[in-house]
C-alpha cells in the first residue's frame, strides 16, 4: 500500500488491488491495525487489509472544527419559528473513531451544520430540554417536550415550532404529542435525519427546509415532516398518530399507515393531499398526564398467558395486545388458551385493548368465533389504530383519574377520535 | 317495511329510505330483534333498522345444502398433488347466523367449493391432520404438519404438496416449515384465503389454481403462494422465511420483507422473478426439534427490563427481543436500562437474538453507542431476518440438544443462512 496524506475525516477514495471504492476514513480501531476502514456512502463500514490496498486518494478534506459563538441573525421580513432539540442523528456527527455517531453538544454546533434552514425563516427560539437518543426516552420525556412545545405555541412571536428527534421512536413522540396537546393553534412538526449531516447523503438538509416551510404554513396538527421516497425530493406531512417507523436505514423510514399524508412538501410549496385542522387563535393547553403502569404486548403462536401474570402482580393498570391477523389470540381450543386469563386481569381492573400486528387494516373481532370469544371477555378492539399509538393513548387516558375510575369511560375515551387516531374512511 | 321472500343465506338488496346496500342477508342475533343484518361484499356487517327499510329485494337464492360424498376423480394425463387441509378461512364458509364463519367439517365439503383446482392437476391424496384456526396453533401443530408434508414428499406418485391455511399465523408456519423440512425435493405451497369461498369476493379459486401450478413447477422450496395485488389477476411465490402478514383484510395481505418473490404465478404461467431451488432427487427429512421455551418481545419507550426476570424465573432459554431502529432498546442514559438485566439473563443461559420493529431494512449494532452497548452484552443481531422467523429459527435451533449446549454454535447456526432467512444481497 502507498502512503497517503489522508487522515480520519478526510473524505477519501480507496484503491483496491481489484476495485475502488468512495467513503470517509475511519480511525483504525486499536485492535485491528492492519485495516483501513471506510464509511461508504450507503451508511456502511466497509474494512480493508491494508496489503489489498494500492492507494488511498484524498477526495475533500474533513471539515475543520471552528471556533467561537454561532451568531444566529434575525431578518425582519421572515417569519419566526422556534426550535427543540432533543438529540437523535440529526443532532449527531459521525465519529471517525468508531464510525458510529455522537451527539453535538451545543446548539451553534448545531446550527452550523444547518445554513438552509435560515433562508426561510428566523429560528427566533431554541429549547434544548435534553439530548438523548431517541430509544431512551420515555413518558417523561414526552412531558418535557409537550410543556416546552404549549409555552412556545402561546408565544405571539412564534409562527410554528419544530422538534428535532431520533428516529426510533418518533412515532411515539409525535403521538404523545397528539393526545398531549388541547386546543392546538399552530403547526408543531417533528423531524429527522437517518443519516448525520456531516454524511454527503444527509436527509437532514431537505427535512429542514420542508420543516421551516410546515412550520409558518397554516397546518395546526402535530405532523412528522420527512423524505416522501428515498431521492431527497420532497417530503411529506404526516399525520402524528398515523405514522410508524417501517425501515431502519432509508430516509423514507416513515410511512403513513392507514391515511393519507396531510401534504406534499417541496423547500419552496406545500401541495395539499387531504384535510388539515387550520392556524387559529385558541390559547393551546397542557393535557400530559399519563400512567406509568402500561405494557404493549405482541402475541406469537402458542404464547403462554401467564405473562398476564406478570403485568397483574406488577401492578399495571392497562395493555395493550398486538394480536394476529384481525385480532385474535390463542383461545379455548388452543392449548395455551389466552380467553380465562384475559377475563381474570380485566375482572381485576386492567384495561385490554387490541391491535394488530399485521399493522395495516383494522381489528373486526366480528368476523370469526376467536374474536368473538376474546370480545365477550371485555377486551377493547381499536379499529385501524397503530400499536404504538394505542399504548401512548392507553396510558395518557389512564393517567386522567377522573376517567380510570370508571371502566365505561375509558373505554369510550379509547373508542372516541381524539387526534385523529381512527381513520374512519378506511376502506378494506 | 314490505314483507320479503329472502331468507337467510339469500343474497339480496336491501333497499333503504335513503340508499340501497347489496349483501347476504344474515340471521339477527336474538338480542336486536328490530335489526336486518347484511354481510357487505367489502366483508363488513351492517346492521339497520327494520323501520329504515322499504323493502328487500331477493338478488340470489344461497347455495341449497348438497346431499351425498363428493368424489375425486383422477384424470391420468394431469399430473398428482397432495394437499394438507389445517382450516382457516379457506376451509370456512360464512356462518349465516353470526356473519363470521366455520370450518368446513368434511374434505368433500372443501372440494365442493373449489372446482378450479381440479382442471390442472390431480388431488391424489388429501391430509387433515387437524382443523383449526392458525391464532390457535403452535409448534407442535408445525411438526405435525411437517411430518405429514415429508411423507408426501417422499411418495414418488406426488408431485407437490399444497397446504391450505389459516392466515393469522401462516408466516409462521411457512418459516418452520423452511427450518423442519431438510433436503427439500418438491414444491411444499402454502395457501390460504382471506375471504370465505361462499362469498363473492373470496381469493380463495386464484390462490389455490396458482398453488396448483407452482406444486407442479420445478420451484422446490416452501413457499406462500397468495395475491400479488388486490385484483383477482396473479399471485407471488413467496420465500417461506422471508414472508409476513401486513394487511388484516386485504386478498393480497402477504409480503415479501426485506427479499424477492420468486415467481409471478398466474393460473397458466409462472414468471420467475428470482433464483430457486429446482426439484431434484433427494429424500425429504424431518427435522422438527423445538424449544418450547421461546420468547418474542417487542420493545417500547420506556418498557421496564424486568420483564426479562419473568422469562428467567419461567425456566425460557431463549428471546427474541424486537428492538428499535437498527436495533436498540433503553440504555444506561435512561430510566430503565436494559443493559445490566441483558448481561444478568445471557449468563444465566439465556439466548439474547434480536430484530428491528421497523421490519423493513436490518439491524445494525454498530451505528450508535446505544447498540453497541446492547452488543456487548453479547445480544445476537440478526440482520435483515424477520422478527417472526427469528422467533421460528431460535426455537428450532435450541431444540438441538448438541447445539444448544454451546453458545458458540448456537450463535453460528443463528448467523447460518439456513433457509433464505437472510438476504445477503439486501442494500439500504
Known amino acids: ?26 480511525e483504525s480501531p486499536e485492535n485491528e491495525k492492519g485495516t483501513v476502514l471506510l464509511k461508504l456512502d450507503s451508511g456502511y463500514n466497509i474494512g480493508f487489509n491494508k496489503k489489498d490496498i494500492l492507494k488511498i486518494v484524498l477526495m475533500k478534506k474533513a471539515r475543520e472544527k471552528e471556533k467561537g459563538e454561532f451568531e444566529v441573525k434575525k431578518n ?12 437523535g442523528t440529526i443532532a449527531s456527527v459521525l465519529d471517525t473513531k468508531t464510525g458510529g455517531v455522537h451527539p453535538l453538544q451545543k446548539p451553534e454546533d448545531f446550527f452550523r451544520f444547518y445554513p438552509e434552514l435560515f433562508e426561510k425563516v428566523n429560528v427566533a427560539k431554541i429549547e434544548i430540554p435534553f439530548m438523548k437518543s431517541s430509544e431512551d426516552m420515555d413518558f417523561k420525556d414526552w412531558q418535557k417536550i409537550a410543556k416546552t412545545t404549549v409555552e412556545l405555541l402561546n408565544d405571539n412571536n412564534i409562527q410554528g415550532v419544530i422538534i428535532t428527534h431520533g428516529t426510533d421512536t ?45 412550520a409558518i404554513s397554516d397546518i395546526a396538527e402535530v405532523s412528522l415532516v420527512g423524505h416522501g421516497t428515498s431521492n431527497d425530493d420532497f417530503c411529506y406531512s404526516m399525520p402524528g398518530t398515523k405514522v410508524r417507523k417501517l425501515h431502519t436505514s432509508r430516509r423514507d423510514a416513515f410511512k403513513v399507515v392507514n391515511d393519507k399524508p396531510f401534504a406534499k412538501i417541496f423547500p419552496d410549496k406545500i401541495e395539499r393531499i387531504s384535510e388539515w385542522k387550520i392556524r387559529n387563535k385558541n390559547k393551546a393547553k397542557l393535557d400530559a398526564k399519563f400512567e406509568e403502569k402500561v405494557a404493549l404486548v405482541k402475541i406469537y403462536p402458542g404464547q403462554n398467558p401467564d405473562i ?19 385480532g385474535h389470540a390463542p383461545t379455548k381450543k388452543s392449548r395455551n388458551s ?63 383519574e377522573e376517567w380510570k375510575k370508571n371502566k365505561k369511560i375509558v373505554k369510550e375515551k379509547m373508542l372516541e377520535n381524539i387526534a385523529g387516531e381512527f381513520n374512519k374512511r378506511l376502506e378494506e
Open 338 to 400: 389466552w380467553t380465562l386469563k384475559l377475563k381474570e386481569i380485566q375482572k381485576k381492573g386492567i384495561v385490554v385493548c387490541a391491535t394488530s400486528q399485521c399493522i395495516f387494516g383494522k381489528v373486526d373481532p366480528l368476523v370469526y368465533s376467536n374474536g368473538r370469544e376474546i370480545l365477550a371477555t371485555g377486551v377493547i378492539y381499536l379499529e385501524d389504530m397503530l400499536s404504538e399509538t394505542a399504548f401512548v393513548k392507553l396510558g395518557w387516558v389512564l393517567g386522567h
Open 170 to 214: 418518533l412515532h411515539y413522540t409525535s403521538s404523545a404529542l397528539s393526545f398531549f396537546i388541547k386546543d392546538l393553534n399552530k403547526p408543531v412538526i417533528l423531524t429527522y435525519s437517518q443519516r448525520s449531516i456531516d454524511r454527503a447523503s444527509s436527509d437532514a438538509n431537505l427535512n429542514l427546509q420542508c420543516s421551516a416551510l410546515a
Open 1 to 26: 500500500m502507498e502512503k497517503t496524506a489522508a487522515k480520519p475525516g478526510d473524505y477519501v477514495e480507496v484503491h483496491l488491488t481489484k476495485l475502488i471504492y468512495e467513503g470517509i476514513l475511519l
Open 308 to 326: 398476564l401474570d406478570y403485568y397483574s402482580k406488577k401492578g399495571y393498570k392497562g395493555i395493550v395486545l398486538e394480536l394476529t391477523g384481525l
Open 76 to 87: 425582519p421580513e421572515k417569519k419566526n419559528v422556534a426550535m427543540i432539540i432533543t438529540g
